[in-house]
Each structure stands twice: as structure tokens, then as C-alpha cells.
DNA sequence: TTGTATGCGTTATCAG
DNA sequence: CTGATAACGCATACAA
């Protein structure tokens, strides 16, 4: 087994200094009460001898972590990058540390890293739900004992949590209202679960779209899958099969949408004038497929730093979690190649 | 402040037994010695009661986290990405947990989470480097309590630390001969800071398979960004101008090399007629772009499995590290369209 | 302004 | 096999 070598503690300073822990742990904390010229002596000799705070004891005396758990389906999407950046910026400057995990969209890890992140006393919890957890019964921890979880992007309605999403409704809504100005009349949608707010959302933006302009929201149009860049092959591959074909394609994310793309448009389809084409979330991936894919665009890195703010600052302040509901942040429609018709 | 609910310890659960903590603490930590009978009432009671361990109690009694810091440029490539994926799955299994932190690509930011990451006691550390970074002092901390420090991909060479990455040599030399075998003569190189082993490595591959070909390395050839996308569209636009242009690119990344590619194509280049091109890393949009990129494909999932592995034995195990120097892992040279030639 | 004393929840040592 | 007790390093109420 490894052995670290022996710790520097607050008694070592107080010693070598003829002071007590008491004023050294006060001056270290910049607590106020110390004299000035003291506190400055026992910063310098604490730096000089390679002191460190112990955060495990300094937890296990305040009750407090100091950390902030986030999980999320997975971090390999530009999209979750980003969220976590913004919030990794945020927890920094106040000074908390993310211990991050990644259910790969399964409830069974989503469950797993609940409890890890509960074991480790984390403050508060951050978390985008995975393809297909169906109950927070594994979040029950957190909320009979008040810490605080916030759901961001894929979320859940519950009495105490606040909401962080942008407003996915509408943007499908919008989008497919793009389309029918376009002269689609034939609208595909590849979407996902219903489970998920972020696909039953757009599903439902998309149908009403179609209803509002009096196009037919035919179920043959409708493609469910996991929107994955596999998924979109085959369901590219359905698509060349359907009779008639779509005019145009909506996915409910980008992966999904270009990898479709790709295999229409190696089957000799002219995009997008026999099959226009938008997608959703604005994957750097969008501006290197050709035509350029239209999508909607909205701020990962927002959503991270606003997820981070409220749970910091309701951590800090004690401001009351529960009045605000829900977050709605901004979006933007981006207009491309993919489906503009001369 | 926020304030949260009383927690349940083991002296709850001995009161509530007529037993000693010490007997629900052996139980709970299946220690040796402990009758079945009285183990099995105490686990029972302790999950009726909704118990869970304290983990900065036992971390602080145990000095030790079971913890592993992890540090990398940024989280949101998906090499990075991949590799923390697999690390995540080695620690779950050995019950250890990820902190994670991205550098994004600064010194300075990776100089303050080695910092936290020390304060927090990580029992170990995986760390890839950033852009800029010239020293490891900032590791110092952990190299001089036997910490161990374990570098990936982007390495270091130190006395103790074994390093895992691929033969970036090798890959750059294979591919680059692959291009003049394709016939081209003048090939252009993107690369990177010297400072870090992947680019200086992969320059040097290319330029070897030059000299052994009896091309020429003309300085011209070469330059020099830090490889993102903008980068890349910079140095199309650079190659457009030169006189001549290149007759084949080969970029340090996939990213790099495919906005490269975007713009050279937008200017009525053929490629890979007049302007082969070569990547680095097989990005899933090397498959996007068309033609598809010629790339090397290395797997950063078993990276981080290796990573996380290597670490987790010695914590465990205390096998000596410093037998370790250097593990190397397989790569494949991908040939696509971006590279062939009729 | 500083010091004393105590406890946070575990685990480890020793004794029974 | 079980129990009593002492740390682990820090922060705080209280005393000086």
C-alpha cells in the first residue's frame, strides 16, 4: 500500500510560531479578530513550510464539501462540454470543486453515481437526465435532507427543484415553421424519446407547426431512435425506402441530422432541394457538412455558468431554491445551406 | 446558509444494537473477525435507517481519498473525452472516484487545479498537459509526498512518473510516407508548439519520412498554430497564397485539417488531385467532411482505461511505479479520400 | 486579540 | 468475537 508522507498542520505552524491553532486557523480563514502583524507572520510561515489545508477535516468540522456533484449523459458532446465549462468557471471563482460523471445514459449508472455523489457529501447536485430514467427515487437522498438539485437541459418536474432549459417548444416550432416557408409539405421528424422533456418538447413544436400551417402530422413521418450518429444512417436508409420520400427532415439533434444527410445525399438526393434539412444544438459539425446544416443554436456554456450560479449562490445565501421554477434560456434559430431553397 | 438534515453515524446504529461503533464500523468495512450473525443485523438496520458513510471522516481517519484527480487541456475533444471515459470505468470499478478539471490549454489554470486537486487530497494523478506549459513545479507537491503522478498523451519526461502515449513518431512517419507514395512532393505540415511531445513528435515523423524520400524539408512548409478550427481556416487561406501551394497538407489534428480542407475547397480546389490532406486524432467528423480524412486512429478510451489502471495497482498494490517508464499504445493509419490518388 | 477545550464520524489499537 | 478509547486536522463556542 502506498504511504503519503506526514502532513503539515495548523498545530505545526502554531508551534513553531508559540501561538495556538485557534489564531492559526483564524488567520488562515481570514477570519476577522486577528491582529494584523500576527496573521501576516503565521500566512508567511504557513506558506514557507509547504502548508496545505486538509479539506477532509475542515469538511468533517463544517459539514460542508465545498463540492458540487454533476452527472450527466455524457461528456463527450460539444454541447455537455460546454455546459461544464461554464459551470467549472462559475465553481471556481467561488471557490467549489465539480466532481463530474457520466450515467452514458443509463439509469442504472445514473443511479450509481447518484449514491457516489451523495457519499461524498457533495453540496448540491447538477444533473441532465440519462435516455431512459423514468423516476428520481435515486434522488431521494438528496431531497429528504434539503441538498439542493438543480436539473438542467433534460429535466424533471418536481416541487423542489428548479429547471434550467431553453424553451424547446418553440424553437421546433420555429424551425418547422422554416421549413414550410421553404415550400416543404412533406416534414420528417427524427426524434427520441418521449421521456426526455428536450424530445417530447420538439416533437410537439414540430406537430404543431405542421397543424398551425394545416399540414397532416403524419406518423410515417415520424422516426424514433436514439438520435445517434448510427441512428441516423439507418434512419437515412428508411427514409430513401419511404413512398413518397419527405421534402425535408427534421432531427432532433445535428449528429443525427448529418449522419442522415450523408447517406441521402450518397444516394444521389440533392439537398436541399429534394430533401431539406435542420437540425438542433449547433455541433461544430453543422459548418463542415455540405450544404451547411440549419439548427438551433443555443448557449451550452450559459446554461453551465447559470445551473452553477443558482446552486452557489442559494448554497452561500440561503435564498429560497424553490421560487424559481424554471429558467428559460434564450435561443436562436441559424439558417444554412441545408434548407434554403433559391 | 443552508443547513442540512442530521446524518445518521455509526453510533446511531450501535445504540440502536447494543453494540460498540467499532463492531458496526468492522461490519460495514467487511473486516475479518466480526460474527456472521451480528454483521448481518447491522448492515440490515444500517440500510432500514437509511445510513451512509461519511466519507471526509474516514478519508480524514484513513488518509486516504479514494479519490483521482484528473487534469487535461480541454474536456470537450472527443480524444479527451473518450479517454475520460475510460478512466471513469476502471475507477467506478475500483471504487474510486474522478475530480476532474480541464486546463483549457493554459499553465496557469493548470497550476491552479493541481492546487486543488492537492488540497483535496487526490490519492493520485492523471494529468495531460497543457498548451504552454514549460515546467512541472506545480507538481512539485505531489512528486515530493510520493504522490503519484501518472502523465498521458501530452507527457513529460521525470525521473518517477511513467508516461502513456502512442508512438506519435511512428503514426506522423507512416502517414506522411503514405503521401509521398501517393506521389506528392511538397507536403505542408500543421503543427504545434514544440513544447509538447505529440507535435514535436509528429514533426519529426513527417520531416524523417521527407529526408529518408529525399524531399526536401523547406521550412515554408511548415506552420505553426495551436490547431484549432480558426487555425485551420488561417492556414488555408495561408496555402491558398503560397507559390506554389503544396501538393498535400498534413495537419497535427482532424479539426485543424478539416477547416483547413473547408477552405482550400471553397476555392475550387480538388482535393485530393491538387492538395492532398492527412489528419491526425480520427475525429467522427473526419467522416463528415467529404472527401473523408485520411487520419490515425488511436484509441483513447484504452488510454485512459490503461491510465486509470496503471494508478489504481500501484495505490492499491504498491507494485513500484518507477519500473513503469513508459507504456506505449497501438495506433492505425486510416486512409480515406482526402489521400488517395486514382 | 488570543487561548482552551471540544466534537465532527471514522478507523485502529489495545484490552477483554 | 466485541468494546473502550484515542487519534485524524480543523473550526468554533467560550473563556481569558
Redesign the interface.
Given at each position: 500500500?502506498?504511504?503519503?508522507?506526514k502532513e503539515i498542520t495548523i498545530y505545526d505552524i502554531a508551534a513553531k510560531l508559540n501561538l495556538s491553532a485557534a489564531t492559526v486557523s483564524r488567520s488562515l480563514n481570514d477570519m476577522p479578530g486577528v491582529n494584523a502583524k500576527t496573521k501576516k507572520k503565521i500566512v508567511e510561515t504557513a506558506r514557507a513550510m509547504?502548508y496545505?489545508?486538509?479539506?477532509?477535516?475542515s469538511?468533517?468540522r463544517t459539514?460542508r464539501?465545498n463540492t458540487i456533484g454533476v452527472i450527466v449523459p455524457?461528456?463527450?458532446s460539444?454541447f455537455m462540454?460546454?455546459v461544464?465549462?461554464g459551470m467549472?468557471k462559475i465553481a471556481?471563482e467561488a471557490n467549489y470543486?465539480?466532481?463530474?460523471?457520466?450515467s452514458?445514459e443509463t439509469m442504472k449508472k445514473e443511479i450509481?453515481n447518484s449514491k457516489?455523489m451523495?457519499?461524498?457529501?457533495v453540496?448540491g447536485l447538477l444533473i441532465s437526465l440519462a435516455y431512459d430514467t423514468d423516476n428520481i427515487d435515486h434522488l431521494e437522498?438528496f431531497l429528504?435532507?434539503?441538498?439542493?438539485v438543480i436539473f438542467f437541459d433534460r429535466i424533471y418536474e418536481h416541487r423542489t427543484c428548479p429547471n434550467i432549459h431553453i424553451d424547446n417548444f418553440k424553437a421546433a416550432y420555429d424551425i418547422t415553421r422554416h421549413l414550410i416557408d421553404q415550400g416543404c409539405k412533406r416534414i420528417a421528424h427524427i426524434g427520441a424519446t418521449g421521456l426526455r422533456n428536450v424530445y417530447a418538447e420538439r416533437y410537439n413544436g414540430y406537430k404543431k407547426a405542421l397543424l398551425d400551417s394545416g399540414l397532416p402530422a403524419d406518423d410515417d413521418l415520424l422516426i424514433i431512435n436514439d438520435l445517434s450518429?448510427k441512428a441516423g444512417q439507418e434512419a437515412g436508409e428508411h427514409i430513401l425506402k419511404m413512398q413518397p420520400m419527405p421534402d425535408a427532415v427534421f432531427a432532433a439533434n445535428d449528429?443525427c441530422a448529418?449522419?442522415c444527410m450523408?447517406v441521402l445525399k450518397r444516394a444521389g438526393i440533392k439537398i436541399p432541394e429534394q430533401v431539406a434539412f435542420a437540425g438542433f444544438n449547433n455541433d461544430?459539425?453543422a459548418c463542415?457538412?455540405?450544404p451547411n446544416l440549419t439548427t438551433v443554436n443555443y448557449k451550452g456554456y450559459e446554461m453551465g455558468e447559470v445551473a452553477a450560479k443558482i446552486l452557489i449562490d442559494?448554497?452561500?445565501?440561503?435564498d429560497n431554491l424553490r421560487l424559481t421554477h424554471s429558467l428559460i434560456l434564450r435561443h436562436e434559430l441559424l439558417v444554412r445551406g441545408s434548407s434554403v431553397r433559391g
Open positions: 500500500m502506498h504511504k503519503p508522507a509547504g496545505s489545508s486538509n479539506a477532509f477535516a469538511n468533517l459539514k464539501s455524457r461528456l463527450n460539444t462540454s460546454d461544464i465549462a467549472e471556481n470543486n465539480l466532481i463530474i460523471s457520466q452514458l450509481s457516489t451523495y457519499n461524498n457529501r453540496d437522498n429528504s435532507r434539503n441538498i439542493p450518429a449528429i448529418i449522419n450523408l461544430p459539425a463542415i457538412i455540405e442559494h448554497l452561500t445565501q440561503n
